[in-house]
């Protein structure tokens, strides 16, 4: 068997429904081995927008994304989304080409160490040396990049190597049972929660993969305990539920933080220190932690545990659970009702300008209206930018994976090309990726791949004609001073015209509601775009307490 159809036939037996790629010439045995597979190819504009794309269908689905690009400069282009899935927990398998093995000793066109380059973004990066190791490779790829916490792996297949006969067959994959908690762990934690005087529970990225939500629920009922979640934890807990307290601040001063500082003991479930540093929400020393996540805990000065509840995060909550009954807790030790004025005034906080009529619009404003328009199970992506920190404050959600955002690496571009993995993902689902205009201009030729596609994702642009968030931190840190931060947009409504694709410009804060109806009714996908009154930022600023995370 050829070797790039042996690679081929690997992909398959590990269920890899599609490829998000741009194909080179060191890659072609492989784009040919593809024609006849079950494998179905995306051609995207940008490799830097496949790997957003894999990133997002990889965390929606849980199997690993695919992405693909060939050697040299598709290898280069590939990083910056790579390395996002890497640090965001995505799980993403990327292959690249390479030059022939009998020019990779010496200066040679587009030869470069792409593995050397990948090794630090990833969890295991591989070339193929020898192609009978092909299934091998593939079948550590996928069970790598799929165990938690996941992230991303990089497989590089030579060209020569490629065109190879070879004598082997795919390996079958088979389930790896996630180790469970230690009971002695589980017993230690109910022994600290039970004796808090005042707890909170932070729910992070890992408390909404492999069905740990449910569980987590569970918990907060049995204790009477509220739960507040990051940025990426949202949808841990409903948001109507009355055990939601919300979503953590960047302002030092926001409501949730200043309640979690408050506290004498918190259960962090799935928190991950690469989401935000708890030196910006742990200000008063002497808290005690409980720490129940996959992998046993960061070292933080910041952040020391009081006991690692280390395993698979359902079964260890499960576990406390169980625990709880077994030693006859009927009633939860704490009182929700405590915590119930907090939550109205996060709740009056998110209504105040939902009357608004001002225009240009106020973030707080759409925020409110695209929450009413979209469903439970539908989708938002937050791009990276002045917009990002409103979406994490103000929108809140109902079930786990409906609010996309890159947190830890934090890359401006992510949301456009990402929405369109979540819609192939989630095809039932309506899905909107929420831009800044500078973000979005950094991956807008993949509107073409959507248009080609013709599937109805929706994008829109807020528009300030700058970098806002860069200029907000400059503002807070230097006086109100900032650098020079101002660009020019197109006409975004032509723009769309252009790819074949619906689009809107706003021009009053009533349009707003209509127009995303309409852009859900297309066949394609649409884009909105919308001037946002960004003076907003400075006015939160003062009343919440400077920012002090990075975002």
Sequence with gaps: MKASDLFVKCLEEEGVERIFGVPGEENADTMISLIDSKIEFVLCRHEQAAAFMADVYGRLTGKAGVCLATLGPGATNLVTGIADANMDRAPVVGIIGQAGTYRLHKESHQNMDSIAMFRPITKWAQTVSNAGAIPEIVRKAFKVAEAEKPGAVMIELPEDLAKNDVDATPLTPIRTRRPGADHKAVKEAIDVILDAKKIVILAGNGAIRKRAAAQLEILARKLGVGVINTFMGKGAVPRDSEYCLFTMGLQGKDHANVFIDSCDTVISVGYDLVEYSPSHWNKTKGKKFVHVDFWPAEIDSDYEVTVDVQGDIADA???????????????????????????????????????????????????????????????????????????????????????????????????????????????????????????????????????????????????????????????????????????????????????????????????????????????????????????????????????????
């Design 317 to 551: 909550l499960w576990q406390m659970n169980e625990e709880l009954d077994a030693r006859g807790v009927t009633k939860p030790p704490f009182d929700i009702g405590s915590v119930q004025n907090l939550r109205q005034t996060i709740l009056d906080d998110f209504a105040m300008e939902k009357d608004d009529t001002s225009f240009p619009m106020k973030p707080q404003k759409v925020l409110w209206d695209v929450r009413e328009v979209l469903g439970p199970d539908d989708i938002l992506l937050s791009d990276v930018g002045a917009h990002k920190m409103w979406i994490s404050r103000y929108y809140q959600c109902d079930t786990p994976n409906t609010c996309m955002i890159s947190n830890g690496f934090c890359t401006m571009g992510f949301a456009m090309p990402g929405s369109i993995g979540a819609k192939i993902a989630k095809p039932d689902s309506r899905v909107l990726a929420i831009n800044g205009d500078a973000g979005f201009m950094m991956n807008v030729q993949d509107m073409e791949t959507a248009a080609r596609l013709g599937i109805n994702v929706v994008w829109m642009v807020w528009c300030d004609g700058e970098y806002g968030l860069i200029k907000w931190k400059q503002q807070n840190g230097f006086d109100g001073k900032h650098s020079k931060l101002d660009f020019t947009n197109p006409d975004f409504a032509a723009m769309a015209a252009a790819f074949g694709i619906w689009g809107k410009n706003l021009t009053s804060v009533d349009e707003l509601k209509p127009a995303l109806e309409e852009a859900f009714k297309q066949k394609g996908p649409a884009l909105i775009a919308l001037p946002i009154d960004y003076s907003e930022n400075v006015k939160m600023t003062k009343r919440l307490g400077a920012i002090e995370a990075v975002i």
